[in-house]
């Protein structure tokens, strides 16, 4: 089974959380699927590193990570994901998507109404307890 590293941002700008969506994908359980922007990272890169590149490459915005929120271990029929989140300041950039097909501001009540990713939904579920 394929193991599979990436980082994830929780972007909070002005009180709201950047959630974006997938398009078709190689596989069909994630197409389409909301998710927390990220991406592998990639050999002698910190997960630091990795989440501003891969923001950047993403979104063509600058980040500042804040802290690790939370690392997710999930098995998906083709790979296991390791997926480390960490919560992220807005920090500059005129926000594009160049690898997704949509993208919403949501306020953290509104965060269960999308139909997200599977390994993203622990994301979710911790952002909503910690809002309550």
Not at 22 to 51: C, H, M, N, R
Not at 87 to 109: P, Q, R, T, V
């Amino acid at each position: 089974m394929k193991k599979i590293e990436v980082v994830a941002a929780v972007i909070v700008k002005n009180s709201k959380i950047l959630a974006v969506q997938k398009g078709k994908a190689k596989f069909e359980y994630v197409s389409y699927k909301w998710e927390f922007p990220g991406g592998k990272v990639e050999l002698d890169e910190t997960l630091e590193q990795a989440i501003k590149r891969e923001i950047q490459e993403e979104l063509n915005i600058q980040i500042i990570p804040t802290e690790l929120l939370i690392t997710v271990e999930h098995q998906y029929p083709d790979f296991h994901l390791t997926m480390h989140c960490f919560s992220c300041c807005y920090e500059s950039g005129e926000l594009l998507l160049n690898e997704h097909i949509a993208l919403k501001w949501l306020n953290n009540d509104e965060l269960d109404q999308l139909d997200w990713a599977a390994a993203d939904l622990p994301v979710v579920n911790k952002l909503i307890e910690n809002d309550r």
